[in-house]
């Protein structure tokens, strides 16, 4: 209580607010930390008077029993999510897969907001005034150039009059907004839907407009509309919001379904296929969900699950803004960059296609090069620009020791074990360490740093405040300290050896990247398997998750357990999820 209550306390944890209820339901993030910081001997401080081991036991035993108690049946919270913006990647491909034109006209939009480590969620997904000039200056360029293309044209628009009667022609056209509309809106356009724009066709042609003109003003009205911007759920209009109470929930239908399946996996709208089976009511059978994903990973359109998924959550998008010291690392590049950032991705789409063990991620003893990172690893047989898949070296292993993450976990002019065990923490096993106390230097900026880097990050462990963070922190980066800043194999850091040995909470002793590896996939790999369905969950629903999501989570690394880890098994956990599935509903 001393360190832990009142507005100052310690690393934003505070016990004094639980004074008749542990409020276990809804706030079981903060008590699985805390029972992981004593169990791994982080808390108390070193500083602090030292816990028997039978307190601790006891201390523990208590919390995780409580923990036991969280009850996912007491009611079904599946959340609601808010009405969502299509970004940036997803307008592009769902303007592609609508009309057949590849133009990545969003490329000119403002950029998208980002929140809870991705830029698809619904709560930050606003529309500036800007923005809203740009979606209109879109749609009439894709509407002349649909008009300009006959082959593009027929796609979209596949009704032909019977004869140049103006009762044919009519009916044509009308099919064809009715048919356009539908895949836009990615449902069944309402009736006041159709009269409405039907009525605009009549407007333009009662001012003599011509048919490209009526068919270009109907395809700007469809384009600018919120039900293409945005990914609509409707609730039933008995249950639309009155006083803001959530009172209950309710099944997703086949076309609400279709659309988050299409957009988790595809970034995309819904093909003829999901289209088929949302009309036949089929998707809310979790077999066919289950049967659909996998098809649907099968597909190269699946790729946008590796662009926007993992060169989020992998940080990935940034690689192509880092610039090392050239001076330093002159054999690095753009281009390097560019094959760096592929590796990560090729490796991650194989995964998805040949549904491998998701632990790969971590102790995978191959990986996939090109010309220009083979000649930056020293491996030696793989020519030219075309990825092949290598047995790597017994000192690399996983994903954690190829060059992108290591180049993104470095600075300029060295490389930066806090930031690369700071990054592992956050990524790869939810355990993202407090911000540093305001009053404590970065090492740069402290006193004394004399010595090797590991000797001066001792020296910056002796303020106690800062010990606890940094044990593990600093010894996951140093097991990979044998990689410069650019992800090359070293044995020396200037003049001295690198020692690249540590020890993990729990007298985990390793010696090297490849011993770390293998700790993080055997005793880490319910937290890594967690982590990755808690960022996919996050994905996938388009809001950041709470208490009661854990449910799905614990399902999805269940699901992975009994079914030897592979990728699709997360997937279907996901995508069958009540989460998924289900959405909260208010009444008057």
């Known amino acids: 209580m001393e360190c832990h209550s009142a507005d100052g306390a310690e690393g934003g944890i505070a016990f004094d607010q639980y004074v008749d209820s542990a409020k276990i339901q809804s706030d079981f993030e903060l008590w699985e930390k805390v029972v992981r910081l004593v169990k791994e001997r982080q808390m108390p401080p070193s500083d602090a008077e030292e816990l028997q081991a039978t307190s601790i036991q006891k201390f523990v035993s208590a919390i995780e029993y409580e923990l036991s108690q969280f009850d996912c049946s007491v009611e079904k919270r599946p959340g609601r999510v808010t009405i969502r913006r ?58 002349a150039a649909i008009w300009q293309d006959p082959a593009i044209r027929k796609q979209v ?11 044919d022609r009519v009916f044509a056209a009308t099919e064809n907004v009715r048919l356009f509309a539908r895949k836009a809106f990615r449902r069944p356009i309402r009736e006041k839907e159709a009269q409405r724009f039907l009525q605009l066709m009549r407007n333009v042609w009662e001012r003599d407009g011509t048919e490209a003109e009526i068919m270009q003003t109907i395809t700007v009205a469809i384009l600018s509309n919120p039900n293409f911007i945005f990914r609509v759920e409707d609730e039933p209009i008995e249950q639309q919001f009155d006083t803001g109470e959530t009172v209950g929930t309710r099944i997703l239908n086949s076309y609400e379904l279709a659309s988050r399946l299409s957009y988790f996996l595809w970034s995309s709208m819904p093909d003829e296929r ?3 089976l949302a009309e036949q009511g089929e998707l809310v059978k979790p077999a066919v969900l289950v049967a659909e994903s996998q098809r649907m990973l099968r597909d190269p359109k699946a790729s946008a699950l590796v662009e926007n998924f993992a060169g989020q959550w992998l940080q990935l998008r940034d690689i192509e803004r880092l610039s090392p010291d050239p001076t ?134 002796a303020n106690p405040s800062c010990a606890v963070c940094h044990r593990t922190m600093d010894a996951i980066g140093f097991g990979l300290e044998n990689f410069d800043a650019v992800g090359v194999w070293r044995e020396k850091d200037g003049q001295g050896l690198i020692d690249a040995s540590g020890k993990l909470p729990g007298n985990q ?7 770390l590896m293998e700790i993080l996939s055997e005793e880490k790999k319910e937290a890594f398997t967690r982590c990755l369905a808690e960022k996919l969950l996050t994905y996938a629903l388009g809001r950041g998750l709470g208490s009661f999501d854990r449910c799905a989570v614990n399902d999805t690394v269940e699901s992975l357990e009994k079914n030897e880890y592979r990728f699709s098994a997360m997937i279907a956990a996901i995508v069958t999820s009540e989460p998924f599935t289900m959405c909260e509903v208010t009444v008057k």
């Open 274 to 276: 999901l289209f088929e």
């Open 86 to 143: 299509l970004n940036k990647a997803e307008y592009n491909n769902t303007i592609r897969d609508l009309t057949g034109l590849d133009l990545h006209l969003a490329d000119d939009f403002p950029s998208d907001d980002v929140g809870n480590g991705f830029d698809n969620i619904g709560e930050v997904l606003s529309i500036p005034p800007i923005l809203l000039e740009k979606y209109i200056q879109a749609a009439e360029k894709i509407a």
């Open 509 to 515: 002793v390793f010696e090297g990247a490849s011993a």
């Open 328 to 461: 330093l690392f002159p054999n690095y590049s753009k281009e390097l960059g560019r094959s760096m950032r592929q590796e990560t991705e090729v490796f991650f789409a194989r995964l998805i296609q040949e549904d491998r063990n998701v632990l790969e991620f971590l102790n995978a003893d191959y990986t996939y090069i090109d010309g220009a990172l083979a000649k930056h690893y020293g491996i030696a047989g793989v020519e030219g620009d075309e990825f092949q898949r290598v047995a790597l070296q017994s000192n690399r292993r996983g994903i954690l020791t190829h060059a992108s993450i290591l180049t993104l976990t470095s600075n300029p002019t060295r490389t930066s074990p806090v930031k690369r065990g700071k990054w592992i923490l956050e990524n790869m096993l939810d355990e993202p360490p407090p911000p540093p106390p305001a009053d404590v230097p970065d090492l740069e900026e402290g006193g004394e740093t004399l010595g090797s880097l590991r000797e001066q990050m001792e020296q910056h462990r």
């Open 157 to 167: 628009f596949p009704y032909s009059p019977k004869s140049e009667s103006l009762e």
